[in-house]
C-alpha cells in the first residue's frame, strides 16, 4: 500500500511541478507592425517554451494596434489577455478558462464547441468571428460583446452571468444583428434569473 502511496505523490508532484505561469516578452520579434505574431513562437515566451497543458499564459502587450494569434492547437490551463489583442482561430484549442482585463480584445473565429469559461470586465471585447460561438461559461462586468459584422449570432453557453457594469452587445448600424442566446441557466449580480435551458431571440 505504501508504494502505490508513493507513486501517487510522486505522480502528484510532478504534474504540480509541470504546471507553470508563462508571460509574452514585449521585445524584438515578438511584435508587429499591426497584425498578429504567432503564439507559438517560443522565442516570445520567458520561458524560452510555448505554454502547454496545465500551464498559465499571460499576454500582456500594452497595446491592441497588433495583437497575438493562436492558429494551431493550443491546451492551457489559463489565459489571461492583459489590455491586449488575440485571435483564436484554431478549433481545436482547449483552453479551460480565458479572462480578459483593461480593454482587452479577444477575437474568436471557431465553428467547434469550446469548453472554455470567459470572464470578460475591465472595458474587454469578446468579438466572434463566426456566426456562432459555443462555450461552457461567460461572465461578463463592463464587457462587450461585438456582433457587427453577422446578419444572424448564435450564442450557446450553459451558464452566463453579468456583473457589476454588466454588458454592452454592439450589433449592425445597417441592420440589426438576429441574436440567438442560449443558455442553461443566467444570473445578474449573483441573483439566478434563468435556471433551465432556455433561448433568447433578439
Known sequence: ????????????????????????????????????????????WDSGVVPSAGDTAIISLGTTSYGVEIDTNVSLSQLTVDGS?????????????????????????????????IFISGGSSLV?????????????????LYIAMHETFDLY???VAVQGSGLSISSSTKARTQLGWHFDSMSINGDIVDSASISHYY
Open 128 to 144: 466572434p468571428l463566426n456566426s456562432r460561438l459555443s462555450v461552457s461559461q461567460l461572465t461578463f462586468s463592463n464587457a462587450s
Open 157 to 159: 453557453c450553459h451558464s
Open 85 to 117: 489583442h488575440v485571435t483564436i482561430s484554431s478549433g481545436e484549442t482547449n483552453i479551460s478558462s480565458i479572462t480578459l482585463i483593461n480593454e482587452a480584445q479577444l477575437f474568436y473565429q471557431t465553428d467547434s464547441s469550446s469548453s472554455s469559461s
Open 1 to 44: 500500500m505504501r508504494q502505490y502511496d508513493l507513486l501517487f505523490c510522486i505522480l502528484l508532484g510532478l504534474s504540480i511541478a509541470h504546471a507553470a505561469t508563462m508571460s509574452w516578452r514585449n521585445t524584438y520579434g515578438c511584435y508587429a507592425h499591426g497584425g498578429n505574431v504567432a503564439f507559438n513562437t517560443s522565442y516570445c
